[in-house]
């Protein structure tokens, strides 16, 4: 096979250790490998910088094992040409696992140019993602919390839920606390009530008559605290987000024009995708690389299962929440998602339409132009006439009538 890179190195990192196996040519002919084993703490990684840039080596391979690979990329970015690849992709033959076999096998796929390098943004955009993923940590702790109030509240015999959209909301809150402080009174801690919510006084007093316990009081409130503490942690990751986000922030306000995509969830697009889009070949390719594209399993002649394959999680599943609330608009994306829910049920044309919004995102971002609406009756305006007196009429049939039409003419 054709060398493509004479001078590479594979690295086996692990938690305490990294195996490096360098690969250089011999003056007559033929490759020399030499493999050392370093530590992982940042003295030994920069010896291991110096062994590798000694030798003349130009790119390194190492596999993306969770978080272990960061220290060593920190070191190394500086200095050599680092690829990181998947580890379901340069699996090597079963029987001889060893670390040293391992690097030795990165290495000569390397030299080869067989290996597939993930994406590693920018490092202004490793730091705002860094940011964004552990708020949305704390956002699904903070979740967790909440279910576990509401828990306690309907051990209790308290149906707050049941009339509250939100019990962490100021209503639900005043009453939280004024039944942590032993007020007993449904009554009276119904009329702690706010906005809307005082329309429904009877529904309020009745869903408060409960049995609470002390031990109830005792954990709703350090859950409360819990939640209060978290909603102080949120809010700072806020600013410091909107700190970093200053770079971006033009981008962010183009997403932020798509229906469904709030600023947060704008956020996390950027952070994930970035704002160069020439590392995609097209929005199809980003839809597969983000797991929004259907997967591509055939056999004989027979298309097998077309679930859509794994990709990047955060953003997936952002995706699909701006799809939720784009659903619940008067726009392009919410008439798409009836058209498909229709036939294919709603999960997957919520599926459907986070693919189109991350389409929209990539040539927004790519063409620096803000969102068109093509409007809620874009599909009824395009759709042919032959096509659309079939569907009435199927809807009608399904109704129960028996339907004749007579063509009239329409005067000019």
């Keep these: 096979m054709e060398v493509v890179y004479t001078h590479c190195a594979g690295l086996d990192v692990h938690k305490k250790t990294v195996t490096a196996c360098v690969i250089t040519p011999k003056e007559k002919g033929g490759c020399r490998r030499e493999t050392r084993t370093f530590e992982t703490h940042t003295n030994s990684l920069l010896n291991m910088l110096d062994w590798l840039v000694s030798l003349g080596c130009t790119h390194v391979a190492m596999e993306s094992t969770g978080e272990y690979w960061r220290p060593v990329f920190n ?50 955009q490793r730091d705002l993602r860094d940011l964004i993923r552990h708020r949305q940590n704390f956002v699904r702790e903070r979740s967790n919390l909440v279910n576990r109030i509401q828990k306690v509240l309907e051990a209790a015999n308290i149906k707050l839920a049941s009339v509250a959209t939100d019990i962490m909301g100021v209503s639900g809150r005043a009453m939280l606390k004024a039944i942590i402080a032993g007020n007993t009174n449904p009554e009276q801690i119904a009329q702690l009530a706010r906005g809307q919510l005082r329309s429904k006084q009877e529904q309020l007093t009745q ?10 009081r005792f954990i709703l409130a350090q859950l409360l605290s819990q939640v209060e503490s978290l909603d102080a942690v949120i809010q700072q990751f806020d600013s410091q987000i909107e700190e970093y986000c200053r770079p971006f922030e033009q981008v962010v306000e183009l997403l932020d024009s798509i229906p469904g995509v709030a600023r947060k969830a704008a956020e996390v697009i950027v952070c994930e995708i970035g704002t160069d889009m020439s590392r995609f070949k097209s929005a199809a390719h980003l839809a597969a690389w983000a797991g929004l594209a259907p997967g591509n399993c055939e056999s004989a002649g027979k298309r097998l299962s077309s679930f859509s394959r794994q990709g990047n999680r955060s953003l997936k599943t952002i995706l699909v929440q701006a799809a939720w609330a784009a659903s619940r608009t008067k726009t392009y994306l919410a008439a798409q998602f009836r058209r498909l829910s229709a036939r294919r049920g709603a999960k997957r044309a919520a599926v459907a339409v986070a693919h189109s919004i991350l389409v929209i995102a990539y040539h927004l971002i790519l063409r620096n132009t803000p969102y068109s609406e093509l409007g809620a009756d874009y599909f009824e305006c395009h759709e042919k006439p032959q096509l659309k007196k079939k569907r009435l009429i199927k809807q009608l049939e399904k109704l129960g009538y028996q339907v004749n039409l007579t063509e009239i003419a329409i005067a000019s």
């Design 207 to 216: 869903a408060l008559i409960g049995r609470v316990q002390p031990h109830h």
């Design 75 to 124: 070191i190394l970015e500086t200095s050599l040409e680092v690829m990181l690849v998947n580890a379901r992709h340069v699996k090597n033959v079963p029987g001889r696992k060893t670390d040293v076999k391992d690097s030795q096998w990165l290495a000569e796929l390397l030299q080869h140019g067989l290996l597939s390098p993930s994406f590693i943004p920018p490092k202004p």
